[in-house]
């Protein structure tokens, strides 16, 4: 994140969004979200309709991001509370999560009816090999710049996750709260040093 | 009452699952997979892959895939109590915290909190794309196309529908 955040130069936006303008934002952000609505979202909220400025969205969302669950959905709570409390929250949720949910259904309840025909069977098939591919070009860029942050013991935990939940297929919930305690304490104790 | 204790099933397991998805829906996948083919025995290794991929294609978050993973397993009323399992814990907790989250802005220990929990979730993706890639990837052309895809996808700004599209027809054609 660029260390910019703290000066002014980006005067805070006065426009506060009704809870109508909320709701047909994210139905819009939702809709147009093919493989992640994270993109849409900036370019709706920050670019077209200026509710947020570039270092807010990325405050928010990095808020978003810590929380554990869908991080999207995280940020669609956030969003609409910073700017009509619960009753905004509640719209951009519903406003996010709806849409794709009914259009989901229609497709399970497809699913259950056709999933078993040889070609569309086969279709899904090369369609997951696709996603995992994308996902692994995800990860890569993710993991970057850890790597290239030179001697941080960031990796060591990304490898730890990965390895006991990956291959070892261990529960997730144990392997977390053995790996975030001791992840955030090196964290915590790496930057004190490096602050010194 | 065969029905109700499906629900609670589903409510449980996501809510819990939900705690612990560092790094989003699809850092969570590994342990949606331990859970619905491994342990509970819902669906088949293909069937998850299959949801997966629906899900990915699907406009939306992508935490949709637990929709239709509760459809599956129970119906209308699945899908909904997954969802809602799903999200709801953490949207509680985004709603408290949301507004106080500001004040800490230079605290240390929010710095250490995000430095302690990035690489944790990197390592849940990669864990993710490994579990998917392991289920879909039966034969040499599917393993082809999760490297084509992968490959494009870092070095290009294709957008991956494209590449989603192309790999549907090859399945469809029968190539896969």
């Known amino acids: 994140m660029p260390g910019t955040s703290d000066t002014p130069s980006t005067p805070s936006i006065t426009v506060t969004p009704t809870l109508t303008e909320i709701l047909v934002a994210f139905v819009t952000m939702s809709l147009s979200g093919f493989g992640g609505v994270l993109p849409f979202a900036r370019r709706t909220l920050v670019e077209e309709r200026r509710w947020m400025t570039s270092e807010e ?11 554990p669950g ?8 956030v969003f609409g509370a910073r700017f009509r409390g619960l009753a905004g929250a509640a719209v951009a949720l519903f406003g996010l999560v709806t849409p794709p949910l009914l259009i989901v259904i229609v497709i399970g309840i497809l699913y259950a009816r056709y999933g078993e025909i040889a070609a569309l069977a086969r279709a899904l ?39 006991a939940v990956g291959i070892m297929r261990w529960p997730m919930h144990w392997v977390l709260l053995a790996l975030v305690p001791l992840s955030i304490g090196v964290a915590f104790f790496v930057h004190r040093g490096r602050r010194a | 009452m065969n029905n109700d204790n499906i629900l609670w099933t589903l409510a449980g397991h996501f809510a819990l699952l939900s705690l612990f998805a560092i790094g989003g829906a699809n ?4 342990e949606m997979h331990r859970l619905a083919v491994d342990v509970m025995g819902w669906m088949t290794d293909r069937q998850f892959t299959d949801m997966f991929a629906i899900a990915q294609v699907t406009p939306g978050p992508n935490v949709i895939v637990v929709t239709l993973i509760g459809y599956h397993v129970a119906g209308l009323p699945g899908a909904l109590v997954a969802t809602l399992a799903m999200c709801g814990p953490t949207c509680l907790a985004a709603y408290w915290i949301g507004g106080t989250w500001e004040r800490f802005k230079q605290a240390r220990w929010r710095t250490a909190l995000q430095a302690g929990m990035v690489p944790i979730g990197i390592g849940l993706m990669a864990a993710s794309a490994f579990v998917v890639a392991r289920a879909a990837d039966h034969n040499l052309v599917a393993a082809a196309i999760t490297l084509a895809t992968a490959c494009i996808t870092f070095w290009t700004k294709l957008n991956p529908l494209w590449l989603l599209g192309a790999a549907a027809l090859m399945g469809l054609a029968g190539l896969v």
């Not at chain 1, 969205?57 to 929380?67: G, I, T």
């Not at chain 1, 869908?70 to 709570?77: D, G, L, Q, T």
């Not at chain 2, 850092?27 to 590994?30: K, V």
């Open chain 1, 57 to 67: 969205f990325n405050d928010a969302f990095a808020l978003s991001q810590f929380l």
């Open chain 1, 70 to 77: 869908p991080n999207i959905v995280n940020f669609s709570v």
């Open chain 1, 125 to 163: 098939t090369a369609l997951g090999a696709a996603a995992a591919g994308l996902i692994i070009a995800t990860v890569i860029k993710m993991a970057l710049p850890l790597v290239e942050e030179g001697l941080s013991p960031a990796p060591v935990f990304a490898l730890l996750a990965f390895a």
């Open chain 2, 27 to 30: 850092a969570a996948i590994p």
